[in-house]
């Protein structure tokens, strides 16, 4: 089978919609809500056919297209910049220390500060990859490619990127975590929170959330327990991320405590290491190593898996089955990284 990574259309609605129905609830970015995912693609269209060369408040949605059978088996979105229209809130993780002389005692306190620490950087979000494919390094495919696709773009991305984790969620939907602190604020549960923010944002949050520190020794067990702990569907996603370069500095998500990752863009594994190549020739059968490759501009990206041999002068001899999953020819410029 043949797989590439391209920009989603209006017509692939239906698909994500479907693949939106089997998160399972607490997946912010891809909510089971036909009015929001077609507004979150008429957005990545108005993104797609932008000129601008500046970062903005920027989405991109993407879809892992099976060539063969014309069906869409996975998702991505990137975000050119958080915290544009709203502010991008988080709680941090800190540590106040204080000492009593009188009792000779030293006590260290855990507290959650809501912050908007993370406005002005790019994101990564969104990615679900089909149950039935989650084999032969599609998930691996689909979540690089949005490194491709920055680094090909790069100026319409920041200096710092992150990536929020899916947190704990219990059998029943529901968020040990929003049930302990936000949920007590709002008068709704957890889902109908998530569904809102999908659908709206969370200025919600601001209006209506206590701006004052929250002792953690405050929260019952069952919250203190998930807070940094991705939802276990997620501890594959959270170690992708790792070997990329995102480290968890103690961010977490203000509605299921979820750990929030971040970076450095150019130091993000994948776009420090890819290299930009010519195609010299391309060759129906050929026997060198399989690359993770991406080309094209915005509308016509695509990013796929194929055959290339690589030349010491920055040309390369690629496979016609990569050139035509990318939609490229003989003088044309790819991106190319070892898997």
């Not at 209006?10 to 089997?22: H, P, R, S, T």
């Not at 607490?26 to 990545?44: C, D, I, M, V, W």
């Not at 391309?282 to 509308?299: F, H, S, V």
């Amino acid at each position: 089978m043949s797989f590439r990574v391209r920009p989603a259309r209006m017509d692939d609605l239906q698909a994500i919609y479907e693949m939106a129905k089997l998160t399972g609830g607490g997946f912010t970015n891809l909510p089971p809500e036909r009015k929001a995912l077609q507004a979150k693609l008429e957005r990545s269209q108005a993104a797609l056919s932008s000129s601008s060369d500046a970062q903005s408040d920027d989405l991109f949605v993407m879809v892992l297209e099976n060539v063969d059978t014309g069906q869409i088996r996975g998702t991505c979105q990137i975000f050119g910049q958080v915290g544009v229209e709203w502010p991008f809130y988080s709680y941090r993780i800190s540590t106040l220390t204080q000492t009593s002389k009188a009792l000779g005692k030293t006590f260290r306190a855990e507290m959650l500060t809501l912050v908007t620490d993370f406005d002005g950087c790019s994101e990564v979000g969104g990615l679900f990859l089909h149950p039935g494919e989650r084999a032969g390094g599609l998930g691996l495919l689909i979540a690089r490619s949005r490194y491709l696709f920055i680094k090909t773009h790069r100026h319409r991305f920041g200096s710092r990127i992150l990536a929020e984790l899916r947190g704990v969620i219990d059998e029943a939907g529901g968020s040990p975590f929003w049930d302990a602190v936000a949920g007590r604020f709002f008068g709704m549960s957890f889902q109908e929170a998530d569904e809102f923010n999908g659908a709206h944002g969370n200025q919600f949050i601001a209006d209506l959330m206590p701006k004052t520190p929250i002792y953690t020794a405050m929260l019952p067990e069952s919250a203190r327990t998930v807070m940094g702990v991705p939802h276990p569907s997620g501890r594959a996603a959270m170690k992708m991320l790792e070997r990329e370069g995102f480290k968890f500095d103690g961010y977490i998500d203000i509605f299921d405590g979820g750990p929030t990752m971040s970076a450095e863009v150019d130091n993000v594994r994948t776009i420090r290491e890819s290299n930009e190549y010519v195609v010299a020739e391309i060759a129906d059968d050929i026997d060198e190593e399989r690359m993770l490759l991406a080309a094209g501009g915005l509308g016509d990206f695509a990013a796929c898996y194929g055959e290339v041999g690589l030349h010491v002068d920055g040309s390369a001899m690629l496979s016609a089955a990569a050139a035509e999953l990318l939609g490229i020819g003989v003088g044309d410029r790819f991106v190319a990284m070892g898997r």
